[in-house]
């Protein structure tokens, strides 16, 4: 390591792990559009709507600048999980009889509903940005690098990665996991072995939306709530998504840990040129590695 990479990162060390907190956010949002994309082949663009729908559950509990009880933030968190979920569970329904097919239609149906639930929201809580307060406890500063950092983006990271652990382990180590990685590779194998795949296929794009709905309560003391966030949200985890590798695990990881690190590292060393270093590290990745990081690459038949 060069003296001059060594002062970059001492300079920017601060800004690395803020990188590394919007990376683990990053993952829990595109975990379940991987997942959901690589089991069902269904392109969901209404995932970022299921994230504006959580992040506004926790503006509607915790708008109104009162003090969050950590339990109060928890109980929010699992509140936006089990509605994402119910809303997931519809929405599969919503899309099966599209999901033969093609992109095309898959795209236009869940884009419609995206726009609704976002125009519903628009609505209800108007057009100005909404913050969300971090849980007390978690809301204060601590020296980090010998520099004033959120405790509560330390807390995120924390949580990411044991939800990363958790993650690896169901989908590595479980029988589901096993499942749903089969119907990732070869899905029409699954189904002649007995399997019942619209079971398998409606709970994973269930838990899909059950993260994104979480992540939402999760990211709204980070990124606050306003109309457009979602298409922001969606934009990243389909990038993410490209860069990991289609219903890989670890690839959502990997490629939510790098995406993160552009992201930040982009505004703070580059401001002007930000908004094209996402994209051009996922052209990058297209051109050197089509099937992503760590995704599966194709054998012709």
């Known amino acids: 390591m060069t003296?001059?990479?060594?002062?970059?990162?001492?300079?920017?060390?601060?800004?690395?792990?803020?990188?590394?907190?919007?990376?683990?956010?990053?993952?829990?949002?595109?975990?379940?559009?991987?997942?959901?994309?690589?089991?069902?082949?269904?392109?969901?663009?209404a995932h970022g709507a299921t994230?504006?729908?959580?992040?506004y559950i926790a503006v509607a509990l915790f708008g109104g600048g009162t003090t969050v009880t950590l339990l109060a933030f928890a109980g929010a968190v699992v509140l936006a999980a089990v509605l994402g979920g119910l809303g997931g569970w519809?929405?599969?329904?919503?899309?099966?009889?599209?999901?033969?097919?093609?992109?095309?239609?898959?795209?236009?149906?869940?884009?419609?509903?995206?726009?609704?639930?976002?125009?519903?929201?628009?609505?209800?809580?108007?057009n100005e940005v909404q913050t969300v307060p971090a849980p007390a406890g978690l809301d204060g500063s601590m020296s980090v690098f010998?520099?004033?950092?959120?405790?509560?983006?330390?807390?995120?990271?924390i949580v990411g990665g044991l939800l990363a652990v958790g993650a690896l382990y169901v989908i590595e180590r479980t029988r589901v996991g096993s499942l749903v990685r089969a119907s990732v590779v070869d899905p029409q194998m699954v189904s002649a072995l007995g399997v019942d795949t619209k079971r398998l296929v409606t709970g994973v794009f269930a838990a899909?939306?059950?993260?994104?709905?979480?992540?939402?309560?999760?990211?709204?003391?980070?990124?606050?709530?306003?109309?457009?966030?979602?298409?922001?949200?969606?934009?990243?985890g389909l990038v993410v998504v490209v860069i990991g590798g289609l219903g890989s695990v670890s690839g959502a990881l990997v490629g939510a840990l790098v995406i993160g690190q552009i992201e930040t590292l982009g505004v703070s060393l580059l401001p002007n040129h930000a908004s094209f270093l996402v994209f051009g590290a996922m052209g990058l990745i297209l051109l050197l590695r089509p099937q992503g990081l760590l995704g599966r690459k194709e054998v012709a038949a």
Do not use: E, K
């Open 3 to 45: 003296a001059l990479t060594a002062n970059l990162i001492t300079d920017n060390a601060v800004t690395i792990v803020d990188g590394l907190a919007f990376g683990v956010l990053l993952f829990v949002i595109a975990l379940g559009l991987s997942l959901v994309f690589g089991v069902m082949d269904v392109l969901n663009l």
């Open 51 to 55: 994230y504006l729908v959580g992040a």
């Open 90 to 126: 519809g929405l599969s329904a919503m899309v099966r009889p599209v999901a033969n097919r093609g992109h095309l239609d898959q795209a236009l149906l869940t884009l419609g509903i995206a726009l609704v639930a976002a125009d519903l929201i628009s609505m209800q809580f108007g």
């Open 146 to 157: 010998g520099q004033s950092y959120p405790v509560y983006r330390l807390i995120v990271i």
């Open 208 to 236: 899909g939306a059950a993260l994104a709905a979480a992540g939402g309560v999760i990211g709204g003391p980070i990124l606050s709530a306003y109309p457009g966030l979602d298409n922001r949200v969606l934009l990243l």
